[in-house]
DNA sequence: ATACCTGCAAAGTCTTTGCAACATG
DNA sequence: CATGTTGCAAAGACTTTGCAGGTAT
């Protein structure tokens, strides 16, 4: 597996965040960041229970709700807002800022990591008073195959 | 009401779009074009229904969802994807690039104009040889209210 | 031993769809 | 008057919740 380099210390750090905030390392648990970590998609709910189940067979679709419910608490996953009107989820990699383009023909989802927004913020700050901790873009196109066949 | 001044142009415009391709000008169609343009808000599907119901009493929540569906695909409307899981929705102005700021704490919306993006458009799309159309940014934080009593 | 956690099924919420009556162009 | 549109209610899709039994620490 093309991350596996980065498996180890990541699962660690999830799994003491879990703990020291008084929650329980479970096998469900497990099965759902372990394949956060290994897959280089942007799972849904249903991706992550039908890829988690076997793993982990018998694990219920309330479960996978709320650990990625507790994975967001704890601020280890980032939930992408789409306009599929539901969630896709993808695990925190320390020092990885990056966005999303999506193909509005094929809907595959990649990410890219030119980021000048932080140049903004002082600007937008200073002119909503808002106090900006945090920031997502998506960008809409056409990707190179669904480009060149339309 | 302030914006009153843009009030016709964009309601003859609309107007025009719907029937250019072949939809009509109903009753319930109008009074929620004319709230979405009177509006500084952004409202979602409930919003809608409830505010329209004033004008217009009796009109389906089923008719707002087809409204709104319309709308967006003759590009009238911009849809909001925020973290809430449902959607909200902004009647598209001419000449009105901007983006939003949500208040982490009592979820107020404001828009900003400033955005640099148009200037890595090119980088991504060589980097990723994706074609980009849109883009939109949403960032987070707190509202100077919110975060003078925090 | 004591929280916490799980799967299940039921309940909840939001959105879409089929349909007969109606309205627009 | 042909075609699109509407409100309604039912169906569908997705998410949350209550609970009794199970499990991590």
Redesign the interface.
Known sequence: MANNFRFKPLLEKIKNEIKKHGYKITGPRLAIIEFLIHTEGHPDIDDLYSEVSKDYPGIGVATVYRTMDLLRQLNLIN?L???E?R?RYEIILPEDHHHH?V??ECKRI?E?G????K??VE???S??????????????????HC?ASS
């Open positions: 939930t807002e789409l306009p009107g969630q383009l193909c509005m990649v890219f030119n980021c000048n927004f140049h903004l600007d937008i700050e002119s909503t008073r808002f106090k900006i901790y945090s920031h997502s873009t998506v960008a809409y196109g056409l990707c190179p480009s």
